[in-house]
């Protein structure tokens, strides 16, 4: 049975930081794309980061650029989303999602939750201001 479990999430102060991981079981998912999604109250997902299968590419949404940080352990069939210069309107349920299908050199990153086909059960991050 396939899961992803994600870790890391939590209360932090404006400014904070936090590094959630997601680990997956089951299968490994080296050669596909991984990303990081997220919910908050009353709104849609919304697509966070994205890497590659070798990382060797990652794509964020503008709001976290320069502030996120998307990583990879292939060995550990783990990725992680590092956080610093945390912002109250970052408070949201954080999802780790792996690729239906492997992504070419030349394709873009998946950025879209129905190209996603294993999803983890979300972590709580929340940021007071």
């Known amino acids: 049975q396939v899961q992803l479990v994600e870790s890391g999430g939590g209360l932090v102060q404006a400014g904070g930081s936090l590094r959630l991981s997601c680990a997956a079981s089951?299968?490994?998912?080296?050669?596909?794309?991984k990303g990081w999604f997220r919910q908050a109250p009353g709104k849609e997902r919304e697509f966070v980061a994205a890497i590659s299968w070798n990382g060797g590419r990652t794509y964020y949404t503008d709001s976290v650029k320069g502030r996120f940080t998307i990583s990879r352990d292939n060995a550990k069939n783990t990725v992680y989303l590092e956080m610093v210069s945390l912002k109250p309107e970052d408070t949201a349920v954080y999802y780790c999602?792996?690729?239906?299908?492997?992504?070419?050199?030349?394709?873009?990153?998946?950025?879209?939750?129905?190209?996603?086909?294993?999803w983890g059960q979300g972590t709580q991050v929340t940021v007071s201001s």
């Open positions: 089951g299968r490994t998912f080296n050669s596909l794309t």
């Open positions: 999602a792996v690729a239906r299908s492997t992504t070419a050199p030349t394709e873009p990153l998946p950025l879209y939750s129905d190209l996603y086909a294993y």
